[in-house]
């Protein structure tokens, strides 16, 4: 082998080890769009597919009308372990010390929303919330979730059904009152 083919030959392998992991990443909500009745909850699971083994996540979840439902609480799913911590300190986020191995559908976290008033809120998981931690880390790899590999969904907080059928009778005795 001649001594440009070396060169050239090396310089090929360190762009191949400095170029960051390609693993490919997405979240999605599911249900993607919840009902739940005021002053009740409703959980809403976060779903990862991934393609490579991860030990480590973290984002930010977001609702974009606030009032109308809000975040109760966190639960991390059973094969990672909870941060103890996390930079913006919202907790969405998980580790675990053997790698969890690639598949469709990995339960992230199960997030947990009462309903506070009528009306629906968009949901957004990403990282232009603040601190980012968008990431996944790949066995050996940072691998960063892009926004458009995000599934939002929304709340839709609804009256409960004893309020309409209180609103029904209400209705049915207007129309009777007319004849």
Known sequence: ?????KIVSAVLLAGLLATPAM???????SPQIASVSVGNTVDV??????DNDLVAWGMDVDLLVPGIASLQSITIGPLWDPALSTLDGDLLSGTSL???????????????FSGDALGTVP???SDDFGVEEDEGYAWDDLVTIEPGQY???????????????LIALGGLAVIRRRR
């Open 23 to 29: 693993a490919t990443v997405t979240v999605a909500l």
């Open 45 to 50: 699971d976060i779903l990862a597919t991934f």
């Open 151 to 165: 599934t939002g969904g929304a709340i839709r907080v609804v009256p409960e059904p004893a309020s309409l059928a």
């Open 1 to 5: 082998m001649s001594c440009k083919c």
């Open 98 to 112: 053997t790698a969890v191995p690639a598949g469709s559908n990995v339960l992230l976290a199960t997030l947990t």
């Open 123 to 125: 949901v957004l998981l």
